[in-house]
């Protein structure tokens, strides 16, 4: 029986287990086994109940845009459990010269799409909606090197377009500095729009006219209408749990936690694993699901060359800080999803989620549920300070943001130290050393966030990718 070891018990450690029972061969007998080092499986992915209240410690939600986390909880049987976002209040709101306002309708990330809302949108001064408007007729760029995430909207859209709503969104979303971001692995749809359009808004229009006239919705898909952020009704936790249950429920499969992994080898044609218990075990194909830096130690001794590219993904922490208030309290009128804030305000969150206005069943009846974002490239620090210092901060920026002066009834804190990869320029051509020198090791193979894609659904995408690779490998 050939037997496929996975290092890493986060969404691609199940994901990649799933897959590869999924797609095996009916004449390939397989045993998996999943190492976690910690106690518990779903590694970002945590939800806790309190009450009626639902609180995500990592990530809340998945983009419909990348099928792959939709389409699995599907196939698992969790497809009636999907949740999309409350559209009555869709807007998002920038923290920008000591007041809440509001992102101008049609601007998609950074791309406006509609005139009228730009024109009117009292986030952009009258020169930096000038210079927005003026990308429709800047020449594309004439070579494919890479840039920074700055300096690709500062070219295209000017330096108020990323100050005021590029900046925050992806330091939002990804945690990152634009002054260091690759455009190309981050956003390569942006990079694709400019060279076949040669206009980021004359592109993104045509897609959108495009998607109109090929999309012409049943009354069926019209009744079960997805929006852009989905998650789970009982949290994303359900996802991770739904996969643990039927991988433990699988022949020949063991799922072991507070199993660390010391270092692997190479003998005899097999991967041997040292544990860190003093134990070990063997393999016909390695697959390593943890954190770049993770997957260096492991495997320091075995390729050196191998372990210097890894070590050169950068990664950085954050915390997340969920508040729940009684509604009465509240005097902002939640009228969105929340806000961002630009690092040029010089305050001390990089946005804040309301979460229970986003989704349904995250909060009692009379009560609201927000949920703050610290850390990031540039105030990783932050992470580090103690809870009492975290809610002390994060409570004077609700104030001095929402107005929001009562006692919370419900608090908790979720730090993520090193959680997440930095795609920097240069990231494409990084990952195409490491899979080179993986070549060399048939059998060994890395997959998660630091490689091809942030975020659940690209995960789930390349687990499914990694698992084929190592049935493909284990049956020849």
Not at 95 to 108: C, H, N, Q, T, W
Request: proline fraction near 5%.
């Amino acid at each position: 029986m050939k037997r496929v070891v996975i290092i890493g018990g986060g969404i691609s450690g199940l994901a990649t287990a799933y897959s590869l029972r999924e797609h095996q061969p009916k004449d390939v007998p397989l045993e998996i086994t999943l190492l976690e080092k910690n106690d518990r499986l779903g590694g970002n992915i945590v939800t806790e109940r309190s009450g009626d209240f639902i609180i995500e410690g990592g990530p809340d939600c998945f983009l419909s845009e990348k099928p792959w986390a939709m389409e699995l909880c599907k196939r698992i049987g969790l497809g009636d459990g999907l949740l999309t976002t409350n559209e009555t209040n869709k807007k998002t709101f920038v923290f920008s010269r000591g007041a809440l306002r509001e992102l101008p309708e049609g601007v998609i990330l950074m791309v406006p799409t509609k005139i009228l809302p730009l024109a009117f949108s009292s986030l952009i001064s009258i020169g930096g909606k000038f210079r927005m408007a003026a990308e429709y007729f800047i020449p594309r760029k004439t070579d494919d090197s890479d840039e920074t995430l700055s300096s690709f909207v500062i070219r295209r859209l000017g330096k108020e377009a990323l100050d005021k709503i590029a900046e925050p969104l992806v330091a939002g979303v990804h945690a990152a500095d634009p002054d260091t971001m690759s455009v190309r692995s981050s956003f390569p749809k942006f990079v694709s729009l400019e060279q076949e359009h040669g206009s980021l808004i004359r592109g993104m229009i045509k897609r959108m006219e495009l998607l109109k006239k090929t999309h012409k919705p049943s009354q069926e898909s019209a009744q079960k209408k997805t929006t852009m952020f989905i998650t789970l009704k009982n949290g994303l936790s359900t996802l991770t749990s739904e996969l643990q249950a039927r991988l433990t429920a699988s022949p020949y499969t063991n799922i072991k936690t507070n199993t660390a992994v010391a270092s692997v080898a190479k003998k005899n044609g097999l991967y041997s694993l040292a544990l860190k218990d003093g134990s070990g075990m063997e393999a016909d194909s390695i697959i390593i699901c943890s954190p770049a830096y993770v997957a260096a130690e492991l495997l320091k001794g075995f390729d050196s060359e191998l372990t210097e590219k890894l070590l050169t993904i950068p990664y950085v922490s954050t915390a997340t800080i969920s508040l729940g208030f009684k509604k009465a309290d509240i005097k902002h009128p939640l009228n969105g999803f929340g806000f961002v804030v630009p690092k040029t305000e010089g305050r001390k969150i990089m946005a804040a989620s309301w979460t229970s206005v986003k989704f349904k069943y995250r909060a009692p009846d009379d009560s609201v549920l927000i949920r703050c974002f610290v850390g990031g490239a540039k105030d990783a620090d932050l992470v580090s300070l103690s809870d009492e210092e975290m809610l002390k901060m994060v409570r004077i920026e609700l104030k001095e943001t929402m107005g929001i002066t009562a006692e919370p009834v419900i608090t908790r804190i979720y730090r993520w130290f090193n959680s997440m990869p930095q795609y920097t320029v240069g990231h494409e051509g990084r990952i195409k050393l490491i899979e080179e020198k993986l070549l060399k090791h048939p059998g060994l193979y890395l997959t998660g966030s630091a490689y091809h894609g942030i975020g659940i659904p690209d995960s789930i995408r390349t687990a499914e990718i990694t698992a084929k690779k190592a049935l493909h490998h284990v049956s020849a």
